[in-house]
């Protein structure tokens, strides 16, 4: 099946730090999710992209389509203790969405 | 609250009960998924429902059996399972097939 990897596996910050990860792909897709999970949640959609090149904003976080649509950036800017959590990747895939492994973001107060 | 809900939150069964997981969204969409998630592994795909239809089964073993009578329910009835199960089970649905999914908060699922 598709795999999709996403960079860096875990991160720890310190609180007030721009956080950055990234998912690629070896194949081109139409759509690219973010979702965050937290401990003992579902993961929770943040932002949705369909266009490459795209950029797009939830408040702090904001999320780009990569030209070569083969990937998906998510960066946070001034982290707080509540970002703590899994971050996904997921694109479709035939008829369904694929996942990545997840970055798994830790904050340092 | 993401407008899907799943019951109970926590489940703990040995490996000769018979249990149910419910899933229910009130979110008017036409599709419902079924996702395992266990320890550092990504998410996995179990069954896929369409207008109620099945349309995939990702070779989930028989001791995993879905129901769906209606676009805003899905089940999935579980029966002598083994400890390698355990795991957090994720109910989600979207409007269509291939349309952002919304997931439920996830039963916890431990087999002794």
């Known amino acids: 099946g598709q795999q999709l990897n996403q960079s860096p596996q875990s991160m720890f910050i310190q609180e007030g730090e721009d956080v950055s990860m990234n998912c690629t792909s070896s194949?081109?897709?139409?759509?690219w999710l973010w979702y965050k999970q937290d401990p003992g949640e579902g993961p929770v959609l943040l932002i949705a992209l369909y266009k490459a090149g795209e950029l797009t904003s939830n408040g702090r976080l904001t999320a780009q389509f990569g030209i070569t649509r083969k990937d998906s950036f998510l960066n946070i800017s001034a982290s707080i203790p509540s970002d703590v959590g899994i971050y996904f990747c997921a694109t479709d895939y035939g008829q369904n969405f694929v996942f990545g492994p997840g970055t798994r973001l830790s904050v340092l107060p | 609250e993401t407008g899907v809900t799943q019951t109970p939150r926590h489940l703990v069964m040995g490996m000769t009960n018979k249990k149910s997981l419910k899933c229910e969204q009130h979110?008017?969409?036409?599709?419902m998924y079924w996702y395992k998630q266990s320890a550092k592994k990504p998410l996995e795909l179990m069954f896929v429902?369409?207008?109620?239809?099945?349309?995939e089964n990702n070779s989930v073993p028989s001791r995993f059996s879905p129901e769906c009578p209606n676009s805003s329910h899905l089940f999935l009835h579980l029966h002598t399972l083994q400890p390698e199960d355990s795991a957090l089970y994720l109910c989600a649905s979207s409007l269509q097939i291939n349309t952002e999914a919304f997931f439920g908060q996830g039963t916890r699922l431990t087999v002794v």
């Open positions: 429902y369409n207008f109620k239809e099945q349309t």
């Open positions: 194949s081109i897709f139409n759509t």
């Open positions: 979110l008017g969409h036409n599709a």
